[in-house]
């Protein structure tokens, strides 16, 4: 495999991870994507991730760590741990 290509599955997998490690697991959504525009109208892409927070809750009786965005905490959809 060329340097070159290494450097692109390198970059394609790191995006992968940033993108998973951005879900909640609770209801399976992700960041969304759109575009910066400036006042001169230039349009770059940006992305609005989820406000996750790391939290201890009940799942089927054992106590397990999840990423769960702040949207499931507030209405409930977690059993926290006591
Ligand atoms: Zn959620």
Known sequence: MNPLATIRA???LKEIFVFMAR?????????RFGHRISHAH??????????????RAMVKGATRRLRVCTSCIR??????AA
Do not use: A, D, M, Y
């Open 10 to 12: 390198c970059t394609f």
């Open 23 to 31: 879900v909640c697991e609770v209801c399976g959504r992700g960041p």
């Open 42 to 55: 230039n349009v770059s892409k940006r992305r609005w991730n989820l406000n996750l927070h790391t939290v």
């Open 75 to 80: 209405s409930g959809k977690i059993q926290k």
